[in-house]
């Protein structure tokens, strides 16, 4: 969750309370689970490792005074780091999407050359493991093992076949992060 906060921030300073709303809106059903302390914590380890600074700014007459966060140059490193990352054969599949989302967001990368790079990987990893497939002999556990992976990396491409299509059709807006 840390690197989809800073990837939010990129697209410009926010309090906890918007940072959350967004990330709901990102996760859909699955951010409705997302407590606000979450995001709180989250953002006091990342000025802890100062990869955001606060400051604080005055709230309305009926509001408290709220802390408002920034990505700081090492912050906006770890953003770009993140959004070249290549995190497979175990995607946490929430985490990429919001990947997908704040990229669209904050107009850092585009959703599809990401959905892209993923590809080549899994297809590289595919390749091998077919490979290492043939190699086995009939019968052999270790073969089985092998398919398993196989058919969850062919799943993996079918979906981001789907987020292809996604985000390709949404001319990578960014309205739901």
Do not use: I
Not at 19 to 31: C, V
Not at 99 to 108: D, E, I, S, T
């Amino acid at each position: 969750m840390q690197d989809a906060v800073l990837a939010l921030l990129a697209k410009e300073p926010s309090h906890g309370y918007g940072l959350r709303a967004r990330l709901r809106r990102a996760l859909g059903p699955l951010g409705e689970s997302m407590n606000a302390g979450q995001v709180y914590v989250t953002l006091a380890r990342l000025e802890k490792a100062e990869l955001v600074v606060s400051e604080v700014t005055e709230g309305l007459p009926d509001r408290p005074d709220r802390k408002v966060y920034a990505l700081t140059p090492a912050g906006q490193q770890r953003v770009a780091a993140w959004l070249s990352e290549v995190n497979w054969p175990k995607p946490n599949l929430a985490e990429f999407h919001l990947k997908l989302a704040a990229a669209a967001a904050a107009r850092l990368a585009d959703p599809v050359e990401l959905v892209d790079a993923q590809r080549r990987e899994l297809l590289r990893r595919l390749a091998e493991v077919q490979r290492a497939a043939l190699a086995e002999p009939e019968g052999s556990t270790a073969g089985l093992l092998l398919e398993g992976v196989a058919l969850r990396l062919q799943a993996d491409l079918r979906w981001l076949v789907a987020c292809e299509r996604q985000w390709s059709r949404a001319g990578n807006g960014s309205e739901d992060a």
